[in-house]
């Protein structure tokens, strides 16, 4: 398993992150999946979490889930119907999810056969100018690619600086109330009754 990260010294937003799974060290790769810089760190955050699960788990099972991962496809994208994105089905074996305000969308090639096109794709923004891509190769377990999308549409309030969000997306924005932290009251000191007489204890 190698994790890299190449980038543009110039435009740090055209850098890539990429994983790729191999099943014998410096052979071809069995998999692989890239992000592009500017992808939100959530993402990459909650990609690698089960990345590491998976690794872990296969350790300890053996399974090797990693390299043959049976979960259905549709675990990928049952989350994303359920809040609310679109569905069109492609007679080219393609399916497409896009989020309510088309800011978002997922691509599912389910009928490919070869390793050359990726099976899901992602990408955040406009279509006609998207701000990041994700983008999972032919033999990407299902379980990775159901943990982006399940980050994807995450309501989790994050936190921005307004120069860090792309200036024609602004205005989707919303800022998440917060709830202020409850002071604990001191009310008037209550007056003890004299102990009855016998044994006492002090702390």
């Not at 205005?171 to 007489?197: C, I, K, N």
């Amino acid at each position: 398993m190698v994790a890299s990260r190449a980038l543009d010294a110039d435009s740090p937003r055209k850098g890539k992150w990429t994983v790729t799974a191999n099943r014998a060290p410096f052979g071809p790769a069995a998999w692989q999946v890239t992000f592009d810089a500017a992808t939100p760190v959530e993402l990459l955050h909650d990609f690698h979490s089960e990345l590491v699960d998976l690794y872990l788990e296969d350790r300890q099972s053996g399974q090797g889930r990693l390299l043959q991962d049976n979960t259905p496809a549709q675990e990928a994208y049952t989350l994303l119907l359920a809040r609310g994105w679109s569905h069109q089905i492609k007679t080219d074996g393609t399916q497409f999810f896009r989020g309510p305000e088309s800011l978002g969308v997922v691509r599912h090639r389910y009928a490919i056969t070869g390793a050359d096109s990726p099976t899901w794709s992602a990408w955040g923004g406009y279509p006609s100018e998207p701000y990041w891509r994700a983008r999972f190769s032919y033999g990407t377990p299902t379980t990775l690619a159901a943990a982006f999308t399940a980050s994807l549409v995450s309501t989790e309030p994050v936190s921005r600086a307004v120069k860090d969000v792309p200036f024609h997306t602004r205005r989707h924005m919303y800022v998440a109330a917060t709830t202020p932290a409850q002071q604990t009251s001191v009310g008037a000191p209550v007056a003890v009754p004299p102990g009855l007489p016998g044994p006492s204890r002090t702390r």
